[in-house]
């Protein structure tokens, strides 16, 4: 009887197409902006992970990490000073304002290493080498940047020279890096450089990076830095989910995502449900003569759920390769960030396996509700 | 086994209406035996309908006899009648109820299917049920590529194709024209009927009334006349 179940289905052309449709676009539009919206997410994020230092130490006012509050530089010797600390690093992160050579601004996001050990150093070189940063004046850009200055006319390449706040800087390497929230291109350099092109201020260390000696674990480091008077210190993990955190609580993209996704959810639960229950309902002269005919509950139960969930299948196939197809293609671009982990595809499936179970226990109660005598009328 | 395949006696069922309820059935009694074809007759509303429900389980009843081949219907819990049906009795609808979506074969393979007979099996029986009435070259048809007549073919085929003991038909000839009506009920004499089987044929259409066996007339709830030979039933 499943078999017929599912020609009953897929022969009722209109229906059928109207159901997969109806899914589709409401996973579609589920996964999609849930995704773009772990992207914005992912970007908040970017310096964690681009540096990747296993402990962080900042002023203990700082909540999430796209917050810089100075400290003064004689924190990175407290923080070696702490028992379990293998070593620590200072790091310099700062908006500054870049020249191009047709004297147009872009502003940058300047990220000072640790001069001695490059700690936090892109992983991804696309040209030239790192440990150039050694070189007087040297810097290296990310991709961003390379887009936006083409974009204005200017090809970077090795060697290239503009200035950040009036001093030359020249580009020994080009690497690529998750792209920052505000979209400002990462340009790397060493810390004591980091600190001459900034303007000079009476606190310039943004962030302590520091690593555990063996045996002690980032959590417990992190503790026992805390415990000096004015820091914070916060492992990579919690620092990641905390920045996230930070997002979703204090600003409205998770509110307008939302609200899209519920929008989703609605239109998937109008356009199913209701297809479904039209299906139900103009089959129920059928349903019932199977009843007369002999069908147990439990039979036509099968059907009906069969018929629900395949559409809600092929529907939420539609939709998550239609996303993810719309992810490739703008993943390049970066524009809008896409990032769908494989928690979205779940949701979206949970959210589906609901709409459907829904339609079908509508579908359900008027086949139960079925005097199979009405055949006779 | 007794020789009488249907055996109802002063069955009573009431349906709500408001707050008191209508009686359909008044206490109706009648049998059918085995090798027969069984007409009931009588103007509409005296509860021709319900009385086939009841025999065939559809409906439950709330008084009275049930014997439907020694079987009581009324001891029987649901999902016993249910299998019950599902084995004994083969349906035959005046609006057919074949499945728009299903091919003709497709249709009249459904009762086997729901006996549990694997589908390849199952459509090549209703292939060659559906050819011995005639509709061989039809059996990939959807119901709306064929005519009243075929389509009532098709739902004969489906009522027969798992052989089962007891056939029903509710008014079988009030969708079709006389030639159409005619020949469904040549085909249920000659094909339905078979010594072990019983056709009950529920109708008012006095064209076929001379391919019934004997002739039960009901009014208002109540068998009030059963008549041995058609020829004695003479309607006004
Ligand atoms: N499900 C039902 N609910 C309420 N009344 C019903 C129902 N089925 C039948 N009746 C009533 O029972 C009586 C007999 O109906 P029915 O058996 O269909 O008559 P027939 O088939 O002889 O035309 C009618 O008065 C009808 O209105
Ligand atoms: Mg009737």
Redesign the pocket.
Known sequence: MLAIALKMLFRDRAKYAMLVCGLAFCSLLMCQQISVFCGIMMWTTSTVRNIGAPVWVVDAKVEQANEVIPMRQIEVERVRSVHGVAWAVPLYIGIEQARLNDGSFQNVQLTGLDTGTLTGRPMDMVAGRIEDLRLPNAVVVDQVAVEKFRRKGIAIKLGTTFEINDKEARVVGICHVARSFLGQPYIYTTFDRALEYAKPSRKQLSYVLAGPVPGVSNEELAARISKLPGLRAITKDNLFWTTIWWYIKNTGIPISFGTVVLLGIIVGIAIAGQTFYLFVHDNLRYLAALKAMGARMHTLAAMVLLQAFSVGFIGYGIGVGLASWFGNSVLAKEQPPFFMPWQVPAFVAIVLILICGFSALIGLIKVARL?P?VVFR | MSNLAINVADVVKS?P?GDTR?F?LKGATLNARFGELMMIV?P???????LLSVICGTLQCEEGMLSIFDHDLRKMKDWEITKFRCVNVGFIFQQFNLIPTLTAVENASIPLILNGVPTNKAERRAGEVLAEVGLGDKLHSYPSQLSGGQLQRVAISRALVHEPRLIICDEPTASLDAAAGQKTLDLLKSSALQPDRCVIV?THDNRIYHFADRIAE?EDGRVIGIYDDPKDYHHA
């Open positions: 005097e005598a | 349906f209406s209508t359909a009588g509409s509303g005296c509860g021709k309908t319900t529920v009901m």
